[in-house]
Nanobody, 121 residues
Framework: QVHLVESGGGLVQAGGSLRLSCAAS????????MGWYRQVPGKQREWCAL???????TYADSVKGRFTIYRDNAKNTVYLQMNSLKPEDTAVYYC???????????????WGQGTQVTVSS
């Protein structure tokens, strides 16, 4: 069982910045696409950003130009740099990854436990 461990959430004023991190807690064979989602209570989980193993990046329109996703493959970690934060960015942020834990096993999709980001006005 692979665990994705997130960190970096917190409380910040509007216009501020935060950096989220998400690391696989076990030794693994490979990670394909990695992404970030967010969810507000009572609403569906919303996709924010995606980075493939080849480095292709896409963003949701709501975060484009303010958020930056990047990864460190040597550390099996994906980051989300969030700048110019707005109160509407307040949510629980989840990382997601397609992980192959070892040779011969299929790729499986995993979620992190979530980290709260609160942006005050």
């Amino acid at each position: 069982q692979v665990h994705l461990v997130e960190s970096g959430g917190g409380l910040v004023q509007a216009g501020g910045s935060l950096r989220l991190s998400c690391a696989a807690s076990e030794i693994i064979f490979s990670i394909n696409a990695m992404g970030w989602y967010r969810q507000v209570p009572g609403k569906q989980r919303e996709w924010c950003a995606l980075i493939t193993s080849g480095g292709t990046i896409t963003y949701a329109d709501s975060v484009k130009g303010r958020f930056t996703i990047y990864r460190d493959n040597a550390k099996n970690t994906v980051y989300l740099q969030m700048n110019s934060l707005k109160p509407e960015d307040t949510a629980v942020y989840y990382c997601n990854a397609d992980v192959r834990s070892s040779v011969g096993l299929p790729t499986r999709n995993y979620w992190g436990q979530g980290t709260q980001v609160t942006v005050s006005s």
